[in-house]
């Protein structure tokens, strides 16, 4: 059974949010001023993911095999360094805090993902047995 997409969304979006205020506490290299600088820069990232990450994750295919998928955390650090180009309260550091970053917002946003796929697929695998229970079924 699968939840509604606007919350899909929702939850993607507190997923990434979580993952940018990790990665702006632990990581020295990594600082917003305002909240809602933090707001917008998940919006934006979200935006780049959805939209320009394929995109060179298409034109630097050969690289992204070449090293067995690793090239896109670099990719995913350059959208980081993107994002934080685009929004002023935003700030990173260099490449290398863009990198650890974009490293912790993918790490907490597989873990996060991950939970949540287990528990709707755990309820949906309950209730499909419920209905199932019967036993109409003649063995010869």
Known sequence: MRSNPVVQILLRWAVCALGVLIAATVIPGISYDEGSDL?????????LN??????????TLPFVIFTLGFGILFINALLFMLAAHLVDGF????????????LIVGLISIFLSGIWTTRVTTRSNKRRYHRRKRDDVIDI
């Open 91 to 102: 700030h990173v550091a260099g490449f290398l805090s863009a990198f650890f970053g974009a």
């Open 50 to 59: 959805a939209f320009l990450r394929p995109i060179l994750v298409l034109f």
């Open 39 to 47: 707001v917008i820069v998940v919006l934006l990232l979200s935006f």
